[in-house]
Structures are given as C-alpha cells and as structure tokens.
C-alpha cells in the first residue's frame, strides 16, 4: 500500500534554529498539508498545498514557516527561528478521492 | 467554521465490552468524516471514513461509525473491545472550502480509551 514517508522521525534543534522537515507524498496525489500535533493535544491543521502554491494556511503559519515542492516528490516545511512553542509532532499529508494519507510522523524538539 | 466536538476526554470499558465514542460535528455543507487512532510517540491510522452513501461505514478492526446528519454526529463503535484497542481515538471533519480547491481537515480534541483486562 503507498506511504507518506517523513524524515526525520525524531529531530532535536535548538532554539533560534532553522529546520527542515522533509515528506515524500504519495506519487499521484495532489494535495498535500502539514499538521501539527502539541503533546497532549489536538491536531491542529497548518497549511495545504494545491497546484503548486499554498491554498489555505492558519494562523499558526505565520512568517516563520514555509513550504516548498521543490522537485515534484519532496514536500518540506521549514521553519527559520525555531522557538521553544513549536515543539512538537510534525504531519505530513497526501490526499487522493479515497481520503487522506498520513505520515509517521517528525517530532521536533527545540531546547 | 467547521469544528469537531468529543465530549469523551477518557473512557475505560473492560476487554470483551461494547464501546461507542461520541463525536458531533459542525460544517456548513455535506461532510467529509474520518475516525483516526492513535498510539502513544505514533502516527495516524485512518480507521474509517464517510464520504456519502451508506450511513453505516465499516472499518478496520471490526471498528464502525454511524453518520447520523440530523444529529450532526458520528459515533464510532466496536461490540467487543480487545486490550489492544487501547489508544487515542480522534474524529475529524473535513470537506471543500468555497474555493474548492482545499480539504482541510478539523480534528477533535481526542479521546483516551483504556481498556482493563
């Protein structure tokens, strides 16, 4: 069955940092998200991408992060100063008719 | 603005018992509703999912739902609960935005299920 394969699975960082979480979406799918996930918390919606540009994003997404479909099979968020706030599991998604697609999964720890 | 309500934050049933998590919805057009679980430092697994038709959606292991629209709900149920199904159950609720060019979807805030043997 295809995967959304994220990496890292676990990544530290300190804080002020820049990070990149890479995904690779499901090949023939066209829409793509990033959620976040605080521990003990929701999952929180952040940004998706359709026809190469971002479609929607929330107010979490605010300058600091970015996303990039560089190569027509990576999917990356970057966030450029990282804060002590934006730790947490990281999810990339993919969506096809039948639904959507998860990822494992980047936890981000900043210290 | 669509959200999801699980008014269950944690629910205990013993193995072998019957279990229903509660979901309640809100969205402006027909919705799109998904049952994920979760394990602890895990993923997402997608246990089953409501586009249209059948009212009744089956899923994996032995996991059901019943989108009732009148009620704005969506009710995941299992007739018998396996120690393994212990984990986090979260609803979501999901769909075209006027755009129609997004899907997002809201999740709810989850609930914990323990299961005593």
């Known amino acids: 069955e295809p995967e959304v394969t994220q990496t890292p699975s676990h990544q530290v960082t300190q804080m002020g940092q820049e990070v990149i979480l890479r995904c690779v979406p499901i090949?023939?799918?066209?829409?793509f998200y990033w959620y976040r996930q605080i521990l003990g918390q929701k999952v929180e919606f952040l940004v998706s991408?359709?026809?190469?540009?971002?479609?929607?994003k929330s107010e979490i997404f605010d300058d600091q992060f970015s996303v990039e479909r560089p190569d027509g099979s990576n999917f990356t968020l970057k966030i450029r100063s990282t804060k002590l706030e934006d730790s947490a599991m990281y999810f990339c998604?993919?969506?096809?008719?039948?639904?959507?697609?998860f990822g494992s999964g980047t936890r981000l720890t900043v210290v | 603005a669509q959200s999801v309500t699980q008014p269950d934050i944690h629910i205990t049933v013993s193995e072998g018992a019957s279990l229903e998590l509660r979901c309640n919805y809100s969205?402006?057009?027909?919705?799109?509703l998904f049952w994920y679980v979760q394990s602890p430092g895990q993923g997402l697994q997608l246990l089953l999912k409501?586009?249209?038709?059948?009212?009744l959606v089956q899923g994996i292991k032995g996991f059901e739902a019943e989108f009732k629209r009148s009620q704005s709900s969506f009710n995941l149920r299992k007739p018998s609960v396996h120690w393994s199904d212990a984990a986090e159950y979260f609803c979501?609720?999901?769909?075209?935005?006027?755009?129609?060019?997004?899907?997002?979807?809201?999740f709810g805030k989850g609930t914990l299920l323990t299961v005593n043997p």
């Open positions: 998604a993919s969506l096809d008719y039948y639904g959507y697609t």
């Open positions: 090949s023939n799918h066209l829409y």
């Open positions: 991408f359709y026809n190469n540009e971002i479609s929607e």
């Open positions: 969205y402006g057009a027909t919705p799109y």
């Open positions: 409501y586009f249209s038709g059948d009212t």
């Open positions: 979501a609720v999901g769909g075209k935005n006027s755009g129609g060019s997004n899907y997002k979807l809201t």
